[in-house]
């Protein structure tokens, strides 16, 4: 069960950060080419690559409860930031997330810098290599969090991998941007996730006998999918509230 978790997870959080950066990539290429931008998705990935095989044989020489406690940590300050975003998105208090319109904003500041003819594209390398490696930044991070405290980083690289070669194929596909995928409902599910292993790792960590083991997380993600209704359910109504307030005039 908890190895379903895993994957699950992590292919999910993997594959948000990937149609972000996806948008980014496309949006460069289509706008002022591939050559250069090919060259910096293939040098981000490169380096993400170089990243996570440092890192990983380096953190397996950590005890194990110190390592899911400050991954916990971690996992949690990540799941907090995406699920508060989330919630907001899904009470009205915040504009959902647009990758069409965040894809004509980046065609838009492509366009506004040229390159002359028969040079290397150093903005459009730039603007690629930024988009793939700062989001690929988080995704190497779950894949080591979730691999190591594990015993398994193969199997969260595979789900990676699994994410990637999916929005890959999605966005040559559609040649645009993944507009329809449901980028909150998924961000939503993911912050639930990582706050719930969050929790669960840091307090094993600190000595807490979870009842059922790893069953344990299934209880966090209900209790935490709950709270987080509740507050939906609460901000929506406040922001009604405050928008009916606003409206009347004085």
């Known amino acids: 069960m908890n190895t379903v978790i895993l994957v699950a997870a992590t292919f999910a959080a993997c594959a948000v950060e990937m149609v972000e950066a996806l948008t980014i990539v496309l949006a460069v290429g289509i706008t002022r080419g591939w050559r250069a931008v090919r060259f910096g998705v293939a040098v981000a990935l490169a380096t993400l690559a170089a990243i996570v095989a440092a890192l990983g044989p380096t953190l397996t020489l950590i005890p194990l409860d110190a390592l899911r406690l400050v991954i916990g940590f971690l996992l949690l300050a990540f799941g907090l930031q995406w699920l508060r975003k989330a919630i907001l998105r899904a009470a009205g208090a915040m504009a959902l997330h647009d990758e069409a319109r965040i894809f004509a904003e980046e065609k838009a500041e492509a366009r506004a810098h040229e390159v002359a003819q028969g040079t290397f594209d150093w903005y459009a390398f730039t603007l690629s290599f930024k988009g ?21 980083l193969a199997l969260g690289a595979a789900a990676a991998a699994a994410a990637l070669v999916v929005v890959v194929v999605l966005g040559v596909t559609v040649h645009g941007p993944l507009s329809r995928v449901p980028e909150n409902a998924l961000k939503f599910g993911v912050g639930l996730m990582l706050i719930a292993y969050g929790t669960f790792w840091g307090g094993e960590s600190a000595g807490v006998d979870w009842p059922g083991g790893d069953i344990a997380i299934l209880g966090l993600l209900a209790f935490y999918g709950v709270v987080s209704w509740l507050l939906v359910v609460t901000v929506r109504r406040r922001h009604t509230v405050l928008g009916a307030t606003r409206a009347v005039p004085m």
Do not use: S
Not at 132 to 149: N, P, Q, W, Y
């Open 132 to 152: 793939v490696f700062l989001e690929g930044l988080e995704v190497a991070f779950l894949v080591i969090a979730f691999g190591d405290t594990h015993h398994n």
